[in-house]
């Protein structure tokens, strides 16, 4: 069972009812859930997006694309019915936040899905978890059951003229598929490759209907910003990132854990106060701030850095799933590299070739390079390859790829050049599949 | 087809499949999960599971091979009654995800994908499955264990070797 951890700079929202039992129905009723979903539905959409534009909550996945605007994008009439879609196929390297959500809350899905209905007419809502969830989808599947079981989903939800049905829906292992139209083609029983935008999925979405697709952090936000209100929620952030955010620290550092901290909290602090520092005392290295797909910090870029989407696009990375990954100083970053472009090679599901090839030519330069076998020529190569995949892809993955490696070089050059010449790792551990000369 | 009589499915998980179809706006979205499923009770997507899955949501057994190639978690011959997915991405590397995975390789003499020759177990180098966290992690069958140390490989075995000895050989049981 993953380990709940707690820190006095925490602000518990999203995370104020994990470890109270909230997946049994009655808990969750008596803990004051449902009770938003209620009051959007006397309240009606045009109240609902108000609040969540007020609220400055951003997309949770990744992008960070404000909800309340994605939301007022799909047209009020539609000859095909309209979908809720929640992405809960959390496959991110350092990310296991929705992990926690479904554990522990997963009638604040249901609920923020039911509200996400409300707010753009939508009668159907789906909840899609990766295939490896099978846990936490027979969780949520419970809750669903309980939450038909109510009244609460079905024909008549709380008792009024309105219909919501929610389906839950179990992947089979793919990281592409948490690609939003990936995700709708997976949902709709295909390969999970992504399709060309415009349309977006606001208009043409899941079986051609206007759709709303939000990770699950944002869904299981959503009721407690319609609790709060918009500006309460939108005051404990900072600027133009409401809230809270749900960062899950992992790697080297003495109290690994996902907390609950407000946007724009100082990076630093969470790698040396909230979990505790470096593991052994050893020294930092370099810091992942956002998942696998965003490049890497240094120690001296993190010093001042508030973690919300614009701080961290201004230092040049991005703040991603919230996935902080600290890496101490016996780390050999192009092992780390070539583990992260391994990753992304092995999940291309090479629809486009710049992606389909790049990250099978960075993953086979990287393994030669790193087995001792590289040339001073590969580290600009690497660069050239990767630069050369950016926004050259249907959907983001190419550049998820790219973007870390470029980090990667231009950041740890030394440390590629220390490989070269057959020297031996630097930082050689039992077991690294080293390529021998035949 | 008429999957009471003709079904290579257990009864329950046909009468789940009569369901899954009539669950959505199209019977094409119940292709993923059916596969899932299908190989959870079967052990592997046999041509035969294949053939019904094609029959019950009315495609081609070439379209749902298509769609089973893309998921990485769909497999075309048997793994072991308990297959050992070893994650090694980032966050489990950095708390010895490899330490793990090679006290695997070492104790079941087997390597990425192989089954061992009792075909209770099998093991396989995984990407991450989301327990970043609370690292390295590992998944046997769907079950995870976290905070490992290669200390606690044999005593993991022992246990699932047990269950293995009760329970009989039936996938999934």
């Given at each position: 069972m993953p380990k709940l951890v707690s820190h006095p700079d925490e602000v518990k929202i999203v995370t104020s009812r994990f470890g109270m039992g909230a997946a049994n129905i009655d808990r969750y009723i008596?803990?004051?859930?449902?009770?938003?979903?209620?009051?959007?539905?006397?309240?009606?959409?045009?109240?609902i997006i108000d609040v969540m534009k007020a609220s400055g909550l951003r997309g949770r996945g990744g992008a960070g694309f404000p909800t309340g605007m994605k939301w007022s994008f799909v047209p009020k009439?539609?000859?095909?019915?309209?979908?809720?879609?929640?992405?809960?196929?959390?496959?991110?390297?350092?990310?296991?936040?929705?992990?926690?959500?479904?554990?522990?809350?997963p009638h604040a899905v249901i609920e923020g899905t039911i509200i996400a209905g409300l707010a753009i007419g939508a009668k159907t809502g789906f909840i899609y978890l990766r295939g490896e969830y099978r846990y936490l989808l027979e969780i949520m599947e419970k809750a669903v059951a309980d939450a038909y079981a109510k009244g609460i989903l079905g024909k008549n939800i709380f008792g009024s003229e309105t219909e919501f049905q929610?389906?839950?829906?179990?992947?089979?292992?793919?990281?592409?598929?948490?690609?939003?139209?990936?995700?709708?083609?997976?949902?709709?029983?295909?390969?999970?490759?992504?399709?060309?935008?415009?349309?977006?999925?606001?208009?043409?979405?899941?079986?051609?209907?206007?759709?709303?697709?939000?990770?699950?952090?944002?869904?299981?936000?959503?009721?407690?910003v319609i609790e709060m209100g918009g500006e309460a929620y939108a005051a404990v952030g900072s600027p133009?990132?409401?809230?809270?955010?749900?960062?899950?620290?992992?790697?080297?550092?003495?109290?690994?854990?996902?907390?609950?901290?407000?946007?724009?909290?100082?990076?630093?602090?969470?790698?040396?106060?909230?979990?505790?520092?470096?593991?052994?005392?050893?020294?930092?290295?370099?810091?992942?701030?956002?998942?696998?797909?965003?490049?890497?910090?240094?120690?001296?870029?993190?010093?001042?850095?508030?973690?919300?989407?614009?701080?961290?696009?201004?230092?040049?990375?991005?703040?991603?799933?919230?996935?902080?990954?600290?890496?101490?100083?016996?780390?050999?970053?192009?092992?780390?590299?070539?583990?992260?472009?391994?990753?992304?090679?092995?999940?291309?599901?090479?629809?486009?070739?710049?992606?389909?090839?790049?990250?099978?030519?960075?993953?086979?330069?990287?393994?030669?390079?790193?087995?001792?076998?590289?040339?001073?020529?590969?580290?600009?190569?690497?660069?050239?390859?990767?630069?050369?995949?950016?926004?050259?892809?249907?959907?983001?993955?190419?550049?998820?790829?790219?973007?870390?490696?470029?980090?990667?070089?231009?950041?740890?050059?030394?440390?590629?050049?220390?490989?070269?010449?057959?020297?031996?790792?630097?930082?050689?551990?039992?077991?690294?599949?080293?390529?021998?000369?035949? | 087809?008429?999957?009471?009589?003709?079904?290579?499915?257990?009864?329950?998980?046909?009468?789940?499949?009569?369901?899954?179809?009539?669950?959505?706006?199209?019977?094409?979205?119940?292709?993923?999960?059916?596969?899932?499923?299908?190989?959870?009770?079967v052990g592997y997507l046999s041509d035969a599971v294949i053939a019904e899955v094609a029959a019950r949501i009315g495609i081609t057994e070439l379209d749902v091979r298509s769609v089973a190639t893309y998921y990485s978690m769909l497999r075309f011959k048997p793994a072991g009654r308990y297959n050992i997915q070893v994650c090694t991405n980032i966050s489990c590397m950095l708390r010895g995800g490899y330490d793990i995975y090679d006290r695997f390789q070492e104790e079941l003499g087997i390597a990425h994908k192989g089954v061992t020759q009792d075909g209770v177990f099998s093991l396989e180098e995984v990407e991450c499955i989301g327990a970043c966290c609370w690292a390295p992690a590992i998944q046997v069958n769907y079950d995870f264990h976290d905070g490992l140390t290669p200390e606690q490989v044999p005593a993991i075995l022992a246990d699932y070797r047990g269950k293995a000895e009760t329970k009989g050989k039936t996938p999934n049981a």
């Amino acid at each position: 069972m993953p380990k709940l951890v707690s820190h006095p700079d925490e602000v518990k929202i999203v995370t104020s009812r994990f470890g109270m039992g909230a997946a049994n129905i009655d808990r969750y009723i008596e803990l004051g859930g449902y009770a938003s979903a209620k009051t959007c539905l006397q309240k009606g959409p045009e109240w609902i997006i108000d609040v969540m534009k007020a609220s400055g909550l951003r997309g949770r996945g990744g992008a960070g694309f404000p909800t309340g605007m994605k939301w007022s994008f799909v047209p009020k009439q539609s000859a095909k019915p309209k979908y809720v879609l929640v992405n809960g196929d959390e496959s991110e390297p350092g990310t296991c936040k929705d992990h926690l959500i479904f554990l522990h809350d997963p009638h604040a899905v249901i609920e923020g899905t039911i509200i996400a209905g409300l707010a753009i007419g939508a009668k159907t809502g789906f909840i899609y978890l990766r295939g490896e969830y099978r846990y936490l989808l027979e969780i949520m599947e419970k809750a669903v059951a309980d939450a038909y079981a109510k009244g609460i989903l079905g024909k008549n939800i709380f008792g009024s003229e309105t219909e919501f049905q929610v389906i839950t829906q179990s992947g089979a292992g793919a990281y592409e598929v948490g690609e939003e139209s990936a995700l709708m083609e997976s949902l709709e029983g295909k390969r999970g490759v992504p399709r060309i935008k415009p349309p977006f999925p606001a208009v043409v979405g899941l079986y051609g209907g206007p759709t709303v697709i939000n990770n699950a952090e944002t869904i299981a936000t959503v009721p407690h910003v319609i609790e709060m209100g918009g500006e309460a929620y939108a005051a404990v952030g900072s600027p133009r990132n409401g809230g809270t955010r749900l960062f899950g620290v992992s790697g080297h550092v003495e109290r690994p854990g996902v907390y609950e901290l407000p946007m724009g909290y100082n990076l630093k602090k969470i790698v040396y106060d909230v979990a505790g520092g470096v593991r052994g005392g050893r020294k930092l290295k370099a810091v992942v701030p956002g998942g696998s797909s965003t490049p890497v910090l240094l120690p001296d870029e993190i010093e001042n850095l508030g973690m919300d989407f614009d701080q961290v696009g201004k230092a040049g990375s991005m703040l991603g799933s919230g996935g902080v990954v600290v890496i101490d100083d016996q780390t050999c970053m192009v092992e780390f590299a070539l583990r992260t472009i391994s990753f992304y090679q092995h999940e291309s599901c090479g629809w486009c070739i710049p992606c389909r090839e790049g990250t099978d030519w960075l993953k086979k330069t990287l393994t030669r390079f790193h087995a001792g076998f590289g040339e001073a020529k590969d580290i600009d190569n690497i660069q050239y390859l990767a630069e050369n995949m950016m926004g050259r892809t249907f959907c983001p993955l190419g550049d998820a790829a790219a973007m870390p490696t470029i980090a990667f070089v231009k950041k740890f050059r030394q440390e590629f050049e220390d490989h070269l010449n057959g020297k031996p790792c630097p930082y050689a551990r039992q077991g690294v599949p080293q390529l021998t000369v035949v | 087809m008429s999957p009471e009589t003709m079904s290579v499915f257990s009864p329950r998980l046909a009468a789940r499949f009569d369901a899954l179809v009539e669950k959505y706006p199209v019977k094409r979205s119940a292709l993923v999960p059916m596969l899932l499923y299908a190989q959870d009770e079967v052990g592997y997507l046999s041509d035969a599971v294949i053939a019904e899955v094609a029959a019950r949501i009315g495609i081609t057994e070439l379209d749902v091979r298509s769609v089973a190639t893309y998921y990485s978690m769909l497999r075309f011959k048997p793994a072991g009654r308990y297959n050992i997915q070893v994650c090694t991405n980032i966050s489990c590397m950095l708390r010895g995800g490899y330490d793990i995975y090679d006290r695997f390789q070492e104790e079941l003499g087997i390597a990425h994908k192989g089954v061992t020759q009792d075909g209770v177990f099998s093991l396989e180098e995984v990407e991450c499955i989301g327990a970043c966290c609370w690292a390295p992690a590992i998944q046997v069958n769907y079950d995870f264990h976290d905070g490992l140390t290669p200390e606690q490989v044999p005593a993991i075995l022992a246990d699932y070797r047990g269950k293995a000895e009760t329970k009989g050989k039936t996938p999934n049981a």
